[in-house]
């Protein structure tokens, strides 16, 4: 089993930055995915960010530039540095982590708002 522990969600003003973290515990060994998925009120769970073991990444259109996914394989941490955020990044922040099977973390509020 592998758990998922986020952390540093919050309220911010638009053009704010955020940090968010994902610790993985448990049987991980291997090459797998991280990243991070968000859902906002009345929408379906979207793609944000992805990195995998060796560093490769992928981030959705809407994010490009402003965010900025790392991970470190040590720890089994996966981060994603949030800038300039605008309203429409209001969500609930989802991590995930592909290792023959998905799981997900419980996730964390982000609200941008004045």
């Known amino acids: 089993q592998v758990q998922l522990v986020e952390s540093g969600g919050g309220l911010v003003q638009p053009g704010g930055s955020l940090r968010l973290s994902c610790a993985a515990s448990?049987?991980?060994?291997?090459?797998?995915?991280m990243g991070w998925y968000r859902q906002a009120p009345g929408k379906q769970r979207e793609l944000v960010a992805s990195i995998t073991t060796f560093g490769r990444i992928n981030y959705t259109d809407s994010v490009k530039g402003r965010f900025t996914i790392s991970r470190d394989n040590a720890k089994n941490t996966v981060y994603l540095q949030m800038n300039s955020l605008k309203p429409e990044d209001t969500a609930v922040y989802y991590c995930?982590?592909?290792?023959?099977?998905?799981?997900w973390g419980q996730g964390t509020q982000v609200t941008v708002s004045l």
């Open positions: 448990g049987s991980i060994f291997g090459i797998y995915t």
């Open positions: 995930n982590l592909f290792l023959r099977v998905e799981y």
